[in-house]
């Protein structure tokens, strides 16, 4: 079964970038001009998926509005030098249907992947957590169509992975297995958030995962784990144990725009890249 839809967990708070996100989601943050799930949901599309499931909470409405068409907008600037600003998000909306429902508690990223079950129902599905922002190897393409090709040939659950420094674990869902093949190991432990002095390895789960639709079993009969939190993380260790989950080591780069830090990086990263871009087509111009 093809993957068609992409869920996105939104509902969190954001705190670290307050105040920032006092009244602005945390995933309408914008890289140059434009807002992080934005960049989730091209990926998502470049994949090859076309429903888009987000998981919100009080306060995110900006997320509806902005995946919807602006009459006002779209009148004032029809046929102005200015109209081209719109043409990505446009696109985006023509592409794809958007779907909402409201995560009322937040009981942990296991718990607002099952609210999302009545948008998902019973097939494969992939989930973006926006603020893990990723960009495009130039040969492999988004990190969630490498992942998709790979669940195309195995048909289990998958987690991105990349190696971090030992001393970050305790910031990540941690994963130990054995290498199947090239960048692809077989899971045969899992952790979140571990210690430095017992995390089983430093390779890290980042916001990108493919998962078939049993998981939402898993996840219900899951208990709250680190930080008294329902963990996607345990639930896939279940799942681990009953069959085959895989980690995907990914090409391209991603930078953690949950942290002011990594949004920095970002953003320079992403402005270096555009600045790239403009001599590039202003050289194809002059040729
Ligand atoms: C979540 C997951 C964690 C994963 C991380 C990736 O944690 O629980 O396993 O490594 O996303 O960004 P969060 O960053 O939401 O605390």
């Known amino acids: 079964m093809k993957i068609r839809k992409c869920l996105f967990p939104a509902a969190g708070y954001g705190t670290r970038f307050l105040p920032a996100t006092k009244a602005t989601p945390k995933e309408m943050l914008p890289v140059l001009t434009k807002p992080l799930i934005q960049y989730g949901v091209e990926e998502a599309i470049e994949a090859g998926m076309d429903t888009m499931a987000i998981v919100t909470g009080r306060g995110k ?22 109209e081209h600003y719109l043409t990505e998000i446009r696109d985006v909306i023509t592409k794809c249907t958007f779907s909402y429902t409201r995560q009322v508690e937040m009981k942990g990223l296991g718990h607002a992947i099952l609210t999302g079950e009545t948008l998902i129902g019973n097939q494969p599905f992939a989930v973006i957590l926006a603020d893990d922002l990723c960009d495009n190897d130039s040969e492999a393409g988004s990190v969630l169509s490498q992942m998709v090709r790979l669940y195309d040939k195995y048909k289990c659950c998958i987690v991105a992975i990349e190696e971090v420094p030992k001393e970050h674990t ?5 994963i130990e297995g054995k290498l199947m093949e090239d960048d692809v190991f077989v899971i045969s432990n899992m952790v979140e958030k571990p210690d430095p002095e017992v995390a089983p390895s430093n390779l890290a789960i980042i916001g990108r995962y493919i998962l078939t639709p049993d998981i939402f079993d898993v996840i219900r009969d899951t208990k709250p784990g680190k930080g008294g939190e329902i963990q996607i993380t345990d639930a896939l260790m279940t799942q681990a144990q009953k069959g085959m989950v895989l980690g995907y080591k990914f090409k391209g780069k991603r930078f953690d725009c949950g942290s002011v830090d990594g949004f920095v990086e970002a953003t320079n990263y992403f402005y270096q890249k555009e600045i790239a871009q403009t001599i590039e087509k202003t050289k194809e111009k002059k040729k």
């Open 61 to 82: 409405r900006a997320i509806e509005d902005h995946f919807d068409i602006s009459y006002e907008l779209e009148h004032q600037i029809k046929g102005t030098s200015k």
């Open 170 to 174: 305790n910031k990540y869902g941690i």
